[in-house]
C-alpha cells in the first residue's frame, strides 16, 4: 500500500485524480470502479475540471458501480445509480449508458449477482478502482464477517452502516434499506490499481486496521494489504491512528516520481 497523508481533501482529490488520468492516458476506453457516499466527492470534482479543462475525456471509458441498495424506488435519490448518475456522470463526459450497477429490484438477486460480476469481466476487468472506507472498515458494503475471496453478492447491512447512511435519509435510519447488492472484497481484489480515500477522525480506527491490522474478516479493508497497487489516500485526522506515520511520509517524499510502490 502506498499511503499518502495530505492536510485537505481536495489535495487528495487531485492524488486521486492524477492517478486516474494516468490510466486513460494509456487507455482511454479504460474501465473506471466508482464509489458512492461522501468520500469520493472531491475526486469527481476533480474529475469534472480536468474534462472541462481538456486534459481528460472519459467519452470511451466504462464505469461499474460498487453496490446498490435492495428495494428502493427506481427513481429515489438515494438509489445509488441516481447517485452516481448526479455526483460523477451528469458532471464529466462519460456516455450514461455506459455506467453501470447491479439492480437492486431485480426478481433473483442472486442471479443478478452473478450476472454483474460477469459483466465486469466481459468489459475486461476494472482498471482503476475509487474506494472509500467505512467506520467498521467495509469496503463496498463487504461487512465485518465477509470472506475475503467474496464475489458480488447480496449483503446485510450492520446497524452502524445503516446510521451512519441515515445522513442520506433525512436522519432517518428507518429509511435505510436493510440490505444491498455489493462488488465482494474478491471482486474488488480483481481490480488493477485501486485509490481508497478516507478523511475525518472518524475513519481513524479503521485506516489503522485496514493498513497495519491482521488481514482479517473483522475488517475487510485489511484484505487491500494483499494487492500490490493501492493507493490509500488520507488526511492527517484520517491517519492520526497509524504508527508508522513517519514511515509512510518518509518514502512518499522519497519515492522514485510517479511510481507505484507495489510494482
Ligand atoms: C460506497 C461504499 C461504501 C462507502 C463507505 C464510506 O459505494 O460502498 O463502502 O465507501 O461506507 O462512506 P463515506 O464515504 O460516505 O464515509
Known sequence: MEIIIKPTAAEL???AAEAICEVYADNPAAVLGVAT????LPIYQELSLRVQAGSLSLRHAKAFQLDEYVGLPQDHPEAYHNFIRREFASITDIDPNQVYGEDGLAADLLEE??????AIVDAG???IQI???GVDGHIAFNEPGTSL???THPAVLTAQTRRDNARFFSGDIDKVPTHALTQGVGTILRAR???LLATGANKADAVRDMVEGPVSISCTGSALQ???NVKVLLDEAAAAKLERQDFYREIYANRPQGAWLGL
Not at 113 to 118: P, T
Open 13 to 15: 482529490a487531485v492524488v
Open 113 to 118: 449477482c452473478r450476472r454483474y460480476e460477469q
Open 125 to 127: 476487468g476494472i482498471d
Open 193 to 195: 490499481k485501486i485509490v
Open 131 to 133: 474506494l472509500g472506507i
Open 149 to 151: 475471496n467474496s464475489l
Open 226 to 228: 494483499l494487492h500490490n
Open 37 to 40: 457516499g461522501s468520500s469520493p
